[in-house]
């Protein structure tokens, strides 16, 4: 087997889950240009409003995607809010595993 092919095997494998959450994600980071019939039903209300709203879109353009959503006012945004926390909970989560097992895997190779 080339190394190509164990690495095209290996991405395929660590990234599959994306796969199901593709609308997920694309909410989350390109939400002014995603259309409102693409997402969840419990969302479209305040995505419709986010999007209306000329100053939040200039606000996204400005800030850092989870900056963005931290600055949305909690009482007319709070799913908007939940969904980016949900996005930005599973990358962090992910990144601290994934050090987590290369740290696992730096001990447990022998020294020399």
């Known amino acids: 087997m080339s190394v190509i092919t164990i690495l095209m095997t290996e991405f395929s494998q660590r990234f599959q889950d994306f796969a199901a959450i593709e609308k997920d994600i694309k909410v989350f980071s390109t939400s002014f240009s995603t259309h ?49 926390k949900r996005m930005m909970s599973l990358f962090g989560s992910m990144y601290i595993c994934e050090q987590t097992f290369s740290l696992i895997t730096l001990n447990k190779k022998p020294r020399t």
């Open 36 to 84: 409102v019939e693409e997402v969840e039903e419990s969302i479209q209300l305040e995505m419709i409003e986010m999007q209306c709203k000329g100053s939040l879109q200039s606000r996204h353009q400005l800030l850092s995607i989870p900056e963005f959503y931290w600055s949305l006012e909690k009482s007319r945004f709070c799913l908007m809010r939940r969904h980016a």
